[in-house]
């Protein structure tokens, strides 16, 4: 199989944080001892650690399925589309500037929001966020002024209601469009 690459190793920093509490020393040997009792995987005759993350179709997983890598890597993306528009606000009209954001932003957020249903509110903290950043970049409102007559006049879902709206969208769909049979089947079978 030509299109499997070794992940890098453990101890690379980009794939996994210190857990709360843990100098980088004790990081180090925790995925020392984690590269010792797990063996390498082979496939293909192409050999490497297993990975701590693993990306699907735009969606990072973790291995702890907290989805908090994906999550950041969301928001670090919008948010430089968002540092992009803000530059360039003064030289488009508001509607420009609204559909940009939506284009660059929204859709972004929207993509694969269903998997994280259920997900503490917590955790979607930082897409909340960015969120909130959209919608003071289009309405113009200051960092201390109510969000929610924003998001209303801008008809822009909370994150948690597009999480259920998305979902919500995706068991109509499978129920009522015969495209998705193996989730309309399991809807039977309860």
Partial sequence: MTGFRPGPSL?????ASPPRGCSSDSQG?????????????????????????????G????????????IKK??????????????IKTFIT?????QATQALVLSRLDYGISILTGTAKSQLAPMRSTLHAAARLVTGIKKYDHISPALKSLNWLSIEARCSFRTACLTHKALHTGKAEYLAKKKEDH
Wanted: proline share 5%; net charge positive; with cysteine.
């Fill in 11 to 15: 101890g690379s920093s980009r794939h």
């Fill in 29 to 57: 040997r925790i995925q020392a001892d984690l590269r010792n009792r797990v063996p390498c995987l082979t496939l293909a005759s192409s050999s490497g650690p297993p990975r701590l993350t693993v990306k699907s179709l």
């Fill in 59 to 70: 969606i990072t997983l973790d291995s702890n399925v907290t989805m908090q890598d994906h």
């Fill in 74 to 87: 969301k928001t670090n993306n919008t948010f430089h589309s968002l540092k992009l528009l803000h530059k």
């Fill in 94 to 98: 508001h509607d420009d500037l609204k």
